[in-house]
């Protein structure tokens, strides 16, 4: 059989797949708004509220994780401790938690019966309950994208030539200068990789938000709520089909820039 | 570095950083078998929780191991032989469908959800019908099986694996499933457990997804997260730590042995 | 089972347009070993895969077995046997059922395939490691499990892609004649690339030296090195590639001059290396031209000797250019 034949006949189920099941209904989704959906986004000042919520949210977990994931990744990344491992294993166990199980562990921990809540009232406190606020929400974000932007960075990290730090420390460099100059060039395409997944999926993901139930107006819950309560199908539309080609893009970028390590 | 104050200090980080990563789980795990949540773990374990959560939710579980398993059983049908086909060919045409069949990860389940009920919520009877939360997690699990066996597929020396089966005789057949399957079944195991785990958890797409008789797991959970008393909701939370945390390892166990020489097999 | 090769015409042009190979005709005679010998891109591994039906040649170009037009049989249908560059084991499989690959892929009865397997492994020496992991083999004996899985199913054409490349200088020289004593105990047409030209002098009944997509010439290794077609040839082919062209018209090898010293000498000595065999003296002419003199070991000659050059014997090549 012809080379290019059997290429078409062996991927054309896949695409086939992908045309129906993905591009038309992506292609609904962008008409199903129409007019009036599009117009109502950019008129009505709550949904251009909860899209800029939204982002900074998004951003600030974005920060947060690689700023915590950096230093860990570094530090695990470069150490070697009895134990290592099984915390490695441990860290790594939330990768397969979706965003709604997230939202529970985060009740656990700032619920009103949570660990933060037992612990300060048995000091003599207050009871401490931030689940269900925007700090509940963002540590939610945060927890959920940890793992994932650790063993990226953590890879990067091990992957550096150790005699690139070497020759710098000969060279006279500081612990902060070999950091400045060696480390965190080497693993800022991974940081820009790994922040680029970490912001798409703050942006689309609403498990969380809706375990926790809350009141934050992040976009995908907009969404959510206008298509089942509301029955607002234009606007739950035209926000998604938007929200859709933001994070692809916002990926997309993110791939070319770090030049093929993001999703 | 070792014993040195930036020894310390990163230590002291990370296990800070552990303990809110894992203290949580430990939590709602203890909880889930505790008899008596108000007075403690001194009230003795139970395991009347997990049984009261089987009898009126073991039906979302069974559902979800069906959906899995059947996502599994398209993706790799799908996904095996489109990777090939991409390691394959070098051109520009193989590129745009590569980065084409890895979009469904890149956009959020709630927008793909949708768009596939405006497109099929009203053909036949496929909107009540398991089937339809299938197709959700077909287009969501593909790229991970993708990925996962044309990471694979790339590492090896396909071309000159399959020139020297040629070079013996083999027809395409004989050296598809003689030579490059078992050549990449490390990628295809890593890929399986990725889309089975994937497919177990998928709550954003499934929402939309289902309906009142075709609950997932996940989607239990986030009913009985908002319906149900803690210790009850913490252990349905466990059954679903009892899933997919075999699984985990065992992606872990297979990648980690694909990364030693010679056992990408 | 030996058969003779002809190509006709065959060309190989890239889809980008580069020009792998200049259409060329060939004749290869039953049973003969020929060795296609050139620098990397001078197009030998094209005209190899060509042979092999790895490739097709440009339209127009047909290749021959035994006058039988074989041109669009894909090489599994060829029956060829194929040794490659960085042998291409199956590290799926050990090293007897790589072996046995080619004979099971045929349908030929299992007892049949290991009897035949088990002649390849005591043949190759190998029948103690039939079990073995390819990755737990060394270089020399992943070398002979690829020859032995190659001539395992007695292919008519025997193709090998510089077999010896991947390995260090000693056990090159080793295999070398194994698979010199193999190939004539076989007695098959064999068809073997290499950028090497010993391993060419040692291995060809006759040298297909290429350069830039075409055939420089072939000839025996004597021809080649006596009666070069051409410049290129003639530096291809000698101990190094540093032989002079005098006026153009003429080549030296280094080994047919000789160098006595005279005060009156046209040469002075700019360079002296013992090389053991012999003494390599690089000269100088008054015209500012250099030749370099192979001779035997002689304390006389130092930097800055003036010395005459003698032609060891009637050695000048007419060179075409």
Request: aromatic share 8%.
């Amino acid at each position: 059989m012809h080379d290019r034949l059997r290429a078409g006949l062996l991927i054309a189920p896949a695409l086939a797949i992908f045309l129906a099941f993905f591009l038309i209904p992506l292609g609904y989704l962008a008409v199903a708004g129409g007019a009036g959906g599009y117009s109502a986004i950019l008129t009505e000042p709550r949904f251009l509220r909860s899209l800029v919520s939204t982002l900074l949210v998004a951003a600030a977990t974005t920060v947060i994780t690689l700023f915590i994931s950096t230093i860990m990744g570094l530090f695990l990344a470069r150490v070697r401790f009895r134990g290592r491992s099984t915390l490695l294993a441990l860290l790594t166990l939330p990768l397969a938690f979706p965003g709604v199980v997230v939202g529970y562990l985060v009740i656990m921990l700032a619920g009103r019966q949570g660990l933060i809540a037992e612990v300060s009232m048995a000091l003599g406190g207050d009871r401490i309950v931030f689940a269900y606020s925007l700090a509940g929400l963002l540590l939610g974000y945060v927890y959920f994208s940890i793992p994932r932007t650790l063993l990226t960075l953590m890879a990067a990290a091990e992957k550096l030539d150790p005699r690139l730090e070497e020759a710098a420390r000969s060279l006279g460099a500081s612990p902060f200068g070999v950091l400045r100059d060696v480390l965190l060039p080497g693993i800022a395409p991974a940081m820009a990789a790994a922040g680029a997944i970490c912001f798409a999926t703050a942006t689309g993901a609403f498990g969380t938000a809706f375990a926790l139930a809350s009141r934050i107006d992040v976009l995908p819950m907009v969404i959510y709520t206008e298509f089942t309560l509301q029955a607002n199908l234009a606007v739950a539309a035209a926000l998604s089909f938007l929200l859709g080609i933001a994070t692809w893009a916002v990926l997309a970028v993110a791939r070319g820039a770090s030049g093929g390590a993001a999703a | 570095m070792r014993g040195g104050i930036g020894f310390w200090a990163g230590l002291c980080f990370t296990l800070l950083i552990s303990a809110f990563l894992i203290l949580p789980i430990f939590v709602s795990v203890i909880a889930g078998v505790t008899a008596n949540q108000f007075i403690g773990i001194s009230s003795g374990f139970t395991t009347r929780w997990l049984l009261d959560v089987w009898a009126n939710y073991g039906g979302t579980v069974l559902l979800s191991l069906q959906i899995a398993f059947a996502t599994l059983a398209i993706t790799l049908m799908l996904g095996v032989p489109a990777a090939y086909v991409l390691a394959r060919h070098a051109g520009v045409t193989a590129r745009l469908i590569e980065e084409a069949l890895v979009m469904p990860v890149a956009v959020p389940g709630l927008a793909t959800a949708l768009g596939l009920i405006l497109a099929y919520g009203a053909v036949g009877g496929l909107r009540s019908s398991w089937f339809f939360i299938l197709i959700g997690h077909v287009i969501f699990c593909l790229p991970f099986m993708l990925r996962a066996v044309l990471a694979v597929l790339l590492a090896i020396d396909l071309k000159r694996l399959e020139e020297a089966a040629r070079a013996c005789g083999a027809t395409w057949a004989q050296r598809f499933f003689g030579v490059i399957v078992p050549n990449i079944r490390g990628g295809i195991l890593a890929g399986s457990l990725m889309v089975v785990t994937l497919s177990l958890g998928e709550f954003n797409m499934t929402l939309l997804l289902h309906t009142p008789f075709t609950r997932t797991l996940p989607v239990g959970l986030a009913d009985a997260y908002t319906a149900l008393r803690t210790e009850m909701a913490s252990a349905y939370t466990l059954i679903f730590f009892a899933l997919i945390v075999p699984l985990l390892s065992g992606m872990q166990w297979v990648v980690s042995r694909m990364d030693q020489p010679g056992g990408s097999r | 089972m030996s058969i003779a090769i002809s190509l006709r015409n065959c060309g190989k042009t890239w889809p980008g347009g580069a020009r792998g190979l200049l259409p060329i005709d060939m004749e290869i005679t039953a049973g003969e070993t020929l060795v296609l010998l050139g620098p990397s891109g001078c197009g030998k591994t094209t005209l190899l895969r060509l042979i092999a039906g790895l490739e097709l040649p440009d339209d127009g170009g047909t290749v021959l077995f035994d006058g039988k037009e074989v041109t669009r049989l894909p090489i599994e249908r060829r029956n060829v046997g194929m040794v490659f560059q960085s042998y291409a084991l199956f590290p799926n499989m050990d090293v007897a059922a790589n072996i046995g690959y080619g004979l099971r892929v045929r349908g030929i009865p299992k007892n049949e395939t290991q009897k035949r397997v088990a002649e390849m492994l005591e043949m190759m020496r190998l029948t103690d490691f039939r079990h073995r992991r390819i990755d737990a083999l060394s270089g020399g004996q992943r070398q002979r499990v690829a020859l032995a899985r190659a001539i395992a199913p007695r292919p008519q054409v025997l193709l090998l892609d510089e077999p010896l490349s991947a390995l260090d200088a000693r056990l090159r020289d080793q295999l070398r004649q194994e698979i010199d004593a193999l190939l004539r105990a076989l007695g098959i047409t064999a068809i073997y690339v290499t950028h090497d030209q010993s391993e060419a002098m040692a291995l060809g009944d006759r040298i297909c030296v290429m350069e830039a997509g075409r055939i420089a010439q072939i000839g025996s290794g004597r021809d080649l090195y006596h009666n070069p077609a051409n410049e290129f040839v003639a530096h291809f082919i000698g101990d190094a590639n540093k032989n002079v062209v005098i006026n153009g018209e003429v080549i030296l090898r280094p080994e047919d001059l000789r160098l006595r010293p005279n005060p009156n000498g046209a040469f002075i000595i700019t360079r002296v290396t013992f090389l053991g065999p012999v003494l390599r003296v690089m000269v100088r002419h008054d015209d500012g031209q250099e030749l370099r003199a192979d001779v035997p070991d002689d304390p006389s000659l130092q930097p800055g000797t003036q010395v005459e050059v003698i032609l060891r014997k009637s050695s000048l090549m007419a060179a075409e250019r």
